[in-house]
T-cell receptor, first 117, second 111 residues
Framework: GAVVSQHPSRVICKSGTSVKIECRSL??????MFWYRQFPKQSLMLMAT?????????EQGVEKDKFLINHASLTLSTLTVTSAHPEDSSFYIC?????????????FGDGTRLSIL | GQSLEQPSEVTAVEGAIVQINCTYQ??????LSWYQQHDGGAPTFLSY????GLEETGRFSSFLSRSDSYGYLLLQELQMKDSASYFC????????????FGSGTKLNVKP
């Protein structure tokens, strides 16, 4: 089945650091990927839609200059949390959907747990 | 916009049947999905409904009523490993790729 790989799985870094998270679709091409964040015991909040070859589409309230998204190829999207601060600490998850019928599920990466000290 | 409501927590015993409800409001509905998430893990796909009725996949079934903006996930023959959070998610008519998740239901399965 379709697999999405996310790296790194965990990051601990100092405040002010920029952190890059990679999301790869391993056995299918994904023209669209999605980035979510999840706080403990809360739901997944859609942050942005990553579009191959074009700008990402951000959800309301998400700072595009804070969360930079690049979708350089059909199998790779990156999320960079710029100048991260403790309030950016969260679980970040990407997902991708294979091409085909609309009933294709979204496949999620294993997530990245980001802790900003 | 979108809003989804699920119960926050459900407790059941091993071997039992449990139903997790989801009501939604969305501007343009395409389909309802269900995902399972264990603590610290990523969501995994369980089921999807775009049409009214029941979809069965092994021990899990999902139901949708578009006219009532309502769906449920039915888990049968509960096992301890089913203890997890369950999320319903809607995808919209104008972008069926985009999913919005409910707040999740924590299922506790007891021996």
């Amino acid at each position: 089945g379709a697999v999405v790989s996310q790296h790194p799985s965990r990051v601990i870094c100092k405040s002010g650091t920029s952190v890059k998270i990679e999301c790869r679709s391993l056995d299918f091409q994904a023209t669209t990927m999605f980035w979510y964040r999840q706080f403990p015991k809360q739901s997944l909040m859609l942050m942005a839609t990553s579009n191959e070859g074009s700008k990402a589409t951000y959800e309301q309230g998400v700072e595009k200059d804070k969360f930079l998204i690049n979708h350089a190829s059909l199998t790779l999207s990156t999320l960079t949390v710029t100048s991260a601060h403790p309030e950016d600490s969260s679980f970040y998850i990407c997902s991708a959907r294979g091409r085909g019928y609309s009933n294709q599920p979204q496949h999620f990466g294993d997530g990245t747990r980001l802790s900003i000290l | 916009g979108q809003s989804l409501e699920q119960p926050s927590e459900v407790t059941a015993v091993e071997g039992a049947i449990v139903q997790i409800n989801c009501t939604y409001q969305t501007s343009g509905f395409y389909g309802l999905s269900w995902y399972q998430q264990h603590d610290g893990g990523a969501p995994t796909f369980l089921s999807y409904n775009a049409l009214d009725g029941l979809e069965e996949t092994g021990r899990f079934s999902s139901f949708l009523s578009r006219s009532d903006s309502y769906g449920y996930l039915l888990l049968q023959e509960l096992q301890m490993k089913d203890s997890a959070s369950y999320f319903c998610a809607v995808s919209g008519l104008y972008n069926f790729n985009k999913f919005y998740f409910g707040s999740g239901t924590k299922l506790n399965v007891k021996p």
